[in-house]
């Protein structure tokens, strides 16, 4: 069975890094790609990202590349999603997710890792 | 890239087919196979419905369907019943080799 489990919720303060995960199980990690997920308070959601674990070739949608940084540890089946200075705005719920073999379509969700940013 | 777009609501009462639309331009939606279509309930995680415009996963009911005509994707829901009610994404994979997603649709079952 393919899972898909993500670090913990956060509470942290603006200005602090943070870094999230998402472990991947049940299928052969290093050969789909995972996708980063953003739905803020009540909103829509946001795609954020994508990696493969293979090669660690990675793309970012434009309006947020450089405010966050997406990477892969094959070797532990993680992905992540890291923060160097977080935001109030960044509070959100994080989701990763598995990308379809050949297409581009997000098959299989983690659970989500809900982040507070507040002073 | 700017988010697909979707209508805010839309209401049906059960039985009855509904169809919701998403919008793009000719560098997601109308260039491109790869439309997908999520359902989020409250509280819940997002499950794909729909891939490659009218593609059903395996489990997934098949009063849902997926087409798509030129710039615009659209899911049909028909028998409607009230477990339908949630919310709805559509997605589609741009000429940039990015992710796109709608903004949502609200779906009450009256």
């Known amino acids: 069975e393919v899972q898909l489990v993500q670090s913990g919720a956060e509470v942290k303060k603006p200005g602090e890094s943070l870094k999230i995960s998402c472990k991947g199980s049940g299928y052969s990690f290093a050969s789909y790609w995972i996708g980063w997920v953003r739905q803020m308070p009540g909103k829509g959601l946001e795609w954020m990202g994508i990696i493969y674990p293979g090669d660690s070739d990675t793309r970012y949608s434009p309006s947020l590349q450089g405010q966050v940084t997406i990477s892969v540890d094959k070797s532990i089946s993680t992905a992540y999603l890291q923060w160097s200075s977080l935001k109030a705005s960044d509070s959100a719920m994080y989701y990763c997710?598995?990308?379809?073999?050949?297409?581009?379509?997000?098959?299989?969700w983690g659970q989500g890792a809900l982040l507070t940013v507040s002073s | 890239q700017s988010a697909l777009t979707q209508p805010a609501s839309v209401s049906g009462s059960p039985g009855q087919s509904i169809t919701l639309s998403c919008t793009g331009t000719?560098?997601?939606?109308?260039?491109?196979?790869?439309v997908s279509w999520y359902q989020q309930h409250p509280g819940e995680v997002p499950q794909l419905m729909i891939y490659d415009v009218s593609n059903r996963p395996s489990g997934v009911s098949n009063r849902f369907s997926g087409a798509k005509s030129g710039n615009t994707a659209s899911l049909t829901i028909s028998g409607l019943q009230a477990e339908d009610e949630a919310d709805y994404y559509c997605?589609?994979?741009?000429?940039?080799?990015?992710?796109?997603f709608g903004g949502g649709t609200k779906l009450t079952v009256l």
């Open positions: 000719s560098s997601d939606i109308g260039g491109s196979i790869y």
């Open positions: 997605s589609s994979y741009t000429s940039s080799g990015t992710l796109v």
């Open positions: 997710a598995r990308r379809g073999n050949g297409v581009w379509t997000l098959d299989h």
